[in-house]
């Protein structure tokens, strides 16, 4: 099934506008589309301590597991001009546990896969 960027974009750039953020200005949502079709989306929330502050992928991932759960198989995430904004590499790595196989991400660089940007990642398999 052909991934359709342009709603994932739509979808995350609606998410921008849930955004809570009172002190660097900066919404960002994302969206993400799971294995079995569903879209999933995410946004940020600030706070004043800004250690705990959630990026908009931990509220996807929330957004996912409340949902039922799954793997994502396409990615995509912007700040509320609709500019691409690629993962840090926290994200990153919380992307990687949900990903399916392959998974794709929309970056100003084109698509990308989650083991481009995060390559030799650790996981699940890493464990006893």
Same mark, same amino acid.
């Not at 705990?52 to 996912?64: F, K, N, Y």
């Given at each position: &099934?052909? /991934?359709?960027?342009?709603?994932?974009?739509?979808?995350?750039?609606?998410?921008t506008?849930?955004?809570?953020?009172?002190?660097?200005?900066?919404?960002?949502?994302?969206?993400?589309?799971?294995?079995?079709?569903? /879209?999933?989306?995410?946004?940020?929330?600030? @706070?004043?301590?800004?250690g *705990?502050? *959630?990026?908009?992928?931990?509220? &996807?991932?929330?957004?996912?597991h409340?949902?039922?759960?799954?793997?994502?198989?396409?990615?995509?995430?912007?700040?509320?001009? @609709?500019? *691409?904004?690629?993962?840090?590499?926290r994200?990153?790595?919380?992307?990687?546990?949900?990903?399916?196989?392959? &998974? *794709?991400?929309?970056t100003?660089?084109g698509?990308?896969? /989650?083991?481009?940007?995060?390559?030799?990642?650790?996981?699940?398999?890493?464990?006893?």
């Open positions: &099934m052909p /991934i359709d960027w342009a709603a994932l974009r739509a979808a995350a750039l609606a998410a506008e849930h955004s809570y953020a009172p002190y660097s200005g900066l919404a960002v949502g994302c969206a993400a589309l799971v294995t079995d079709g569903r /879209i999933v989306t995410g946004c940020n929330v600030e @706070n004043a301590s800004y *705990l502050t *959630l990026c908009a992928e931990c509220t &996807m991932l929330g957004a996912l409340l949902g039922g759960g799954g793997q994502l198989r396409a990615f995509v995430c912007v700040d509320g001009a @609709n500019a *691409l904004l690629t993962p840090c590499g994200c990153r790595q919380l992307l990687h546990e949900a990903a399916a196989p392959g &998974m *794709l991400l929309a100003a660089r698509e990308r896969t /989650i083991d481009e940007l995060l390559p030799d990642a650790f996981g699940p398999a890493a464990l006893p």
